[in-house]
Structure formats: structure tokens, C-alpha cells
């Protein structure tokens, strides 16, 4: 009772506190330069950066690049606002955009949702500025600072030089250079003028849609979807570059690379075998019942393992989703098996269905861990010899034995995205002719 009666109160305070407002008093439509501060501890002078690498014999962190920008677009529908945020081709729509005042200290507040990858962004707006925060509900203390300022349309705030040379084309590159884990990685860059664009493919998937700048010597790229924030800068010698990437919160990471027209990976085919244990599983699906692999019985199965959280998973998600669309009379199973951040097994099954409702999958969607931790996720999906990369998708004949393995995705962010489209249909086309 004691816990009801601090609900009603929460609930009145909310509601005679805040009052919904008319947005385009406030919200202009229009272009907005978003910043997310990666790190927004003070930095330490040169002088006594120097004085702390000596004392500690640890590697200089000082670096002048912690603020990572996007450009969103404000735009309204029958009064209504909504937001799309801009990465080099790509346009995120966001409809749960909310502006309301609160009456105790007369701020508006805009709150942005983010419904497919569970963060928002909530931010005190003032005179054409939003200042707050992006929080990532499934991560724990997980809030990065933001501010946005109407009106501003340069990505990269810094100084136009000529560049020195044009970077377009394809790099070979190795990330995290410094570190006993290094990887792989094909760098695939447009340079019109000052303006680059591009990604970098990898063994387990691709950074999407980067946007950014040649600065003389100097590049900078940047891409921010509601499930991560990437930031690259660095510069170039000749055919040359090194430069430092950051994701959100994350420790940064030295990365390195030449330029490399032919520059390729590891065949996604070629980075998964099976383990030779029969495919079986057993698992809640998004309603809460539990499913096993005998309740899927047509000619074809793709399990996709990946996670609500994943933006490579987005991608192929959405692919799948318009080949089934496309090819209704194909007797195919699709089951996606989620890994997920929430160890909470209530939130998980919560994400899951949502995930399922906002991309309009006409698959089903099972929770096969509350962890994303690889070496734990692997040990529920025995039939393959690890969980390398989000996502994976393994398909199954009839027989439910496996056909092949196919390892993170080349997203339509890169060149390969068509050839990968193209496989995957004349591979099962095949496997399906040859059970007629």
C-alpha cells in the first residue's frame, strides 16, 4: 500500500510540474549540430600530462578529440515534431520527440526516444540550445553528456584547410595497433573536397555511416545511431594514416593503415565451423513461451543470433525481413536467438518484444541469453564453435543440419553490401531446389 501511495504521488508531481508545450515556439525546425561529450573529465595540460606519463609510466591520454557531432534535422507533422538524424546517406527517423515545461523552474524539456535501441536523449532547452544527457537504458550508469545548438550545419567544427590529398579509395587497417588483440579491418573512404565519407568493414561487422572531413592533413568521422557513438580522427602521410577511434565510454583505441585498393578479410564463411552437435535449443520466445527447434519444420532454417542492441543487427534484421517479404511462397523458418544486455530476464523479454513490434518482423524472436559476454553466450548455442560476432547467421536444410555459417554482416554501408545480398539468394535457392 506504502508503495502505491509513492506512485499516485510521483504521478501528481509529474503531472503538475510539467505541462506539454507548443513546440515550435521552441523546437525550431531546422538543422541542429548535436555534440555528445565522450570525455567529460577536464583535461590535463600538456605540462602536466607529461608529468603524470612520466610518474605513472603509463601512455599519454591527452588528446584534443573527445567531442563527437551529428547533425539531426527537427521537422513537424501536423504540429507534431519529430527528428531525423543524419549520417552521410542515412536518415534516422525519430517520432517519439516530446517537449513539455516544467512550471517549477520554467525550463522546457525535449525528451527524444530512441524505441528500437532502448536509449533517449532528455536535455533542458534554452534559447536555441539543448543541454542533457544520452542514457542507454540497458547499460548500467550508462549517460553520455549532449548538447545541440539550432542553426549550426558544419559537422566538424574546425578550421578549412586544402587537404593534402584525397583519401578516397580503400585502406587495409589495423585496429587496436598498441594492444595484444589486434584486427583486421578495410577502411572504405568518398572524398569530395573537404567532405569524407565512408566505413570501416571488419571481420564481425561494419561501423555503418560515416560522415566527417579532411582538415589538411587531418581527417575526422563521426556516426551516432541511439545504439553507438563512433568517433575516428587521425592523419595521413603519403599512403599512409594512423589515427585513434573511440565508441561512447570506451577506452580509445590506436588504429593504423595503408592504402590498399584490394585491401580484403577473412571469407565470412570462413570464421565459424560447426561443432558437429546436433542444432537443438530451447528457449523463451518475445511472448514468453517457450519454443525448441521441432516447432519449426519447413524446408529452410536461418537461425540469427544477435541482439536487440546491435546496429549490424538492424541491418540484417531488415534485410531478412524484406526477403521473406518478397518471397512469401519460400518454405522458410527464421529464428532469431537474442542476446541481450538486461540480466533481468522481465526487461529482456520486454526488449525482445519490442524489438519485434517496432521492426515489424514476421519471424519470431527467442531469448537465448541475458548476457552479450561471447564465452557465456557461446555456451547456449553449442552447434557452432563460438560466438564471434553479432550477428551470426547459420543456415539449416531440412534435415536441420547445417549448409553454411555467415559470420557479422557487410551492411549497406559498404561496397560488399550487394554481393552479399546476391549470395545469400542463389545460396538458397539452391539448398531449396535441392529438396524438390
Known amino acids: 500500500m506504502k508503495n502505491i501511495f509513492v506512485l499516485a504521488a510521483i504521478i501528481f508531481i509529474f503531472q ?158 589495423i585496429f587496436d595497433a598498441d594492444t595484444k588483440n589486434p584486427y583486421p579491418a578495410v577502411g572504405e573512404l568518398k572524398q569530395s573536397g573537404n567532405l569524407l565519407k565512408g566505413t570501416f568493414r571488419t571481420e564481425s561487422g561494419d561501423y555503418r555511416y560515416l560522415d566527417g572531413t579532411v582538415n589538411g592533413n587531418k581527417f575526422y568521422l563521426s556516426c551516432f545511431d541511439g545504439a553507438h557513438a563512433f568517433l575516428f580522427y587521425g592523419k595521413v602521410t603519403g599512403d599512409s594514416l594512423i589515427g585513434t577511434f573511440k565508441s561512447g565510454k570506451s577506452i580509445p583505441s590506436y588504429f593504423e593503415g595503408v592504402k590498399k585498393e584490394d585491401a580484403a578479410l577473412t571469407e565470412a564463411d570462413k570464421l565459424n565451423k560447426s561443432t558437429n552437435i546436433p542444432v537443438s535449443f530451447s528457449f523463451l520466445d518475445h511472448n514468453g513461451n517457450t519454443k525448441t527447434l521441432t516447432d519449426y519444420t519447413k524446408d529452410i532454417k536461418i537461425i540469427q543470433i544477435m541482439g536487440t542492441w546491435c546496429p549490424n543487427c538492424y541491418d540484417e534484421t531488415k534485410f531478412i525481413t524484406s526477403y521473406l517479404n518478397a518471397h512469401p511462397d519460400q518454405k522458410i523458418d527464421v529464428i532469431a536467438l537474442a542476446c541481450e544486455r538486461y540480466r533481468d530476464t522481465l526487461k529482456s523479454l520486454a526488449s525482445i518484444k519490442n524489438y519485434k513490434n517496432k521492426m515489424n518482423m514476421p519471424y519470431d524472436i527467442l531469448l537465448a541469453s541475458t548476457s552479450t559476454e561471447k564465452a557465456e553466450t557461446s555456451k547456449q548455442i553449442p552447434f557452432i564453435d563460438t560466438i564471434s560476432s553479432y550477428p551470426t547467421m547459420i543456415v539449416l536444410d531440412k534435415e536441420n543440419k547445417i549448409q553454411f555459417i555467415h559470420t557479422g554482416i557487410d551492411g549497406p554501408a559498404t561496397s560488399k553490401y550487394k554481393e552479399f545480398v546476391k549470395d545469400f539468394e542463389e545460396r538458397i535457392t539452391k539448398i531449396l531446389k535441392s529438396k524438390i
Open 16 to 173: 503538475y510540474c510539467i505541462e506539454p508545450k507548443n513546440p515550435h515556439l521552441s523546437l525550431a525546425p531546422g538543422i541542429w549540430r548535436g555534440v555528445l561529450q565522450l570525455n567529460p573529465e577536464p583535461k590535463l595540460s600538456l605540462k602536466d600530462e607529461i608529468e603524470r606519463y612520466e610518474r605513472e609510466k603509463s601512455r599519454p591520454i591527452n588528446d584534443i578529440e573527445s567531442d563527437l557531432p551529428f547533425l539531426f534535422e527537427v521537422k513537424y507533422k501536423n504540429e507534431k515534431p519529430y527528428i531525423e538524424i543524419i549520417n552521410a546517406e542515412e536518415r534516422i527517423k525519430l517520432e517519439d520527440v516530446r517537449v513539455a515545461r516544467n512550471r517549477s523552474t520554467a525550463e522546457d524539456t525535449v525528451f527524444i526516444d530512441f524505441p528500437i535501441y532502448d536509449s533517449h536523449i532528455r536535455a533542458i532547452l534554452k534559447e536555441g540550445i539543448l543541454q542533457g544527457d544520452w542514457t542507454v537504458r540497458s547499460k548500467i550508469n550508462y549517460s553520455i553528456p549532449f548538447t545541440a545548438k539550432f542553426g549550426k550545419d558544419q559537422r566538424f567544427d574546425v578550421l578549412t584547410k586544402v587537404p593534402i590529398m584525397d583519401m578516397t579509395g580503400n585502406w587495409a587497417c
